[in-house]
């Protein structure tokens, strides 16, 4: 079941980028404090929104009210590419976060690159395994002016297959992106929708429209099919924000 949905809507992407970042520390260590003895599971996003809060949450390293120690990072999606190419989503996260904060090996559970040697199916069958039954405790999704979210395209094979997923394939391949690079891999909504908190990440007037669908229950769109079981938090610019029923801000 959904849990309930809030928004907060903040004049410019640079202020967004500023409240991920804050309400990030502030909700992980908030779990942290109820929760001492486990891991915060905490699934990232690529995008460039997402990028700047990485790059925010590095500043306050130190200062930040987060045991890094205790947080384990995975990925919604990935560029099915070399683990050295800049076409990552890991690689600006990775960038930001490693130096500043004390993440190492065990934190972080990036998704498999392209090596050459394992395939697109396998590596998505084997990140599906590590992932296991893990619930994420927010996962983090950027959406595209489309409305797609993870790897998940709307008219795209990759929709009904991650709406159909079983339990023994929580992670995709996706081929034929409509978004480059072709090849993918990507959580499913199964894998989303169990998460406690699902966290939109969106700016600029190119995403109101997608914005605007999903919010509705449009289900004809990947990010309208993606909800948290206990809060459904949209971080939104003012642009993105336009075509939100007044109704549902209030
Ligand atoms: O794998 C990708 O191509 C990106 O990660 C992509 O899915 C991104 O998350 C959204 O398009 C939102 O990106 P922006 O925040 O940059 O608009």
Known sequence: MPGRTEYLVH???????????EQLSIRIAQLQAEQPDRLVQ?????????????????ADGPSSPVDWTKVALWWGDERF???????RNDQAALAALVPALPLTDTNLNPMPADDGQ????EAA???????????????LLGVGPDGHVASVFPDHPSFEVSLQAEADTPVIPVRDAPKPPPLRISITHRVINRSAEVWFTVSGSDKAD????????NK???AGAAHGTERTLWLLDEAAAARIPVDLLN
Do not use: M
């Open 81 to 87: 590419v070399a683990a050295d190419s800049d076409d």
């Open 210 to 217: 997608a914005v605007g669908w999903a919010v509705t229950g």
């Open 11 to 21: 004049p410019d992407a640079d202020a967004v980028a500023e409240a991920i970042a």
């Open 118 to 121: 394992i395939s697109l199916d």
């Open 42 to 58: 905490i699934a990232l996003t690529g995008g460039r929104i997402a990028t700047k809060a990485y790059q925010r949450l590095a």
């Open 220 to 222: 004809q769109v990947p």
């Open 125 to 139: 069958l084997a990140y599906g395994a590590e992932l296991g039954n893990t619930a994420f405790d927010i996962c």
